[in-house]
């Protein structure tokens, strides 16, 4: 399975503001995704993060609000950008690994976010 | 569209007791992958094990287990003489060729194993 490090593990912002979070694989992996987890619920998909060109969005989400970056096949980058209380979240980043069966994907650590 | 039910949204069992934990999966596709995975309170998610839908033998792996039957959409986990490490959320996930490679969570069950 792929070592899946994602930073920071949490942070506390206020209002108004943006938080990047980044994702670091120790290898390379065919896809890499975006999930939120709300207090309490369970997990949904953000986006499709692809490698040299623009994230695929799911729908309920925007790029201007969750601009994401995947320069090469291990980094990946999440902005939560003008932050509001409901972005009070837990951040996961997801990845399919290369050379695993088909259809395994595994999480990172996930990072806590909490807007006041 | 995909949707996976997990009915229970609590379970509290007293340690060594042996729980299920039940997922009810919908779908029209006929290729399908099934996961379960293990949220500790760290908040992390562990892979625990994938199935696809053409695959329907039951799989053990230590205390775990895993009963898939088609004909009733389901995918349960059986967690056998079950131990306070095993406090934690698990979530049932579905994923289909269809939709890339979206995972469809269920909403989860939380166990509490006391001691």
């Known amino acids: ?116 | 569209a995909q949707k996976v039910t997990q009915a229970q949204t609590e379970i509290s069992v007293v340690e060594k007791e042996d729980v299920t934990l039940d997922c009810v999966y919908e779908t029209r596709d006929t290729t399908y992958y099934l996961f379960w995975y293990k949220q500790p309170p760290s908040g992390e998610l562990v892979f625990l094990i994938r199935r696809n839908s053409f695959d329907e033998q039951n799989e053990i792996s230590g205390r775990y287990s895993w009963n898939f039957q088609k004909s009733t959409s389901s995918f349960n986990f059986t967690i056998t003489a079950s131990q306070v490490v095993d406090s934690a959320v698990y979530f049932c996930a579905l994923k289909v060729n269809n939709a890339g490679n979206m995972l469809t969570f269920g909403g989860g069950t939380r166990l509490m194993v006391k001691p």
């Not at chain 1, 390379?28 to 369970?42: C, E, I």
């Open chain 1, 1 to 116: 399975s792929a070592v899946i490090s994602q930073k920071p593990s949490r942070d506390i912002c206020q209002r108004g503001t943006s938080l990047t979070i980044q994702c670091q694989v120790d290898s390379q992996v065919t896809m890499m995704f975006w999930y939120r987890q709300q207090p309490g619920q369970s997990l949904t998909l953000i986006a499709t993060a692809n490698q040299g060109s623009e994230a695929t969005y799911e729908s309920g989400f925007v790029i201007d609000k969750f601009p994401i970056s995947r320069p090469n096949l291990t980094f990946s980058t999440l902005t939560v950008s003008n932050m509001s209380p409901e972005d009070s979240s837990i951040y996961l980043c997801s990845v399919l690994h290369r050379g695993a069966a088909y259809n395994e994907q595994f999480f990172g650590p996930g990072t806590r976010l909490t807007v006041l």
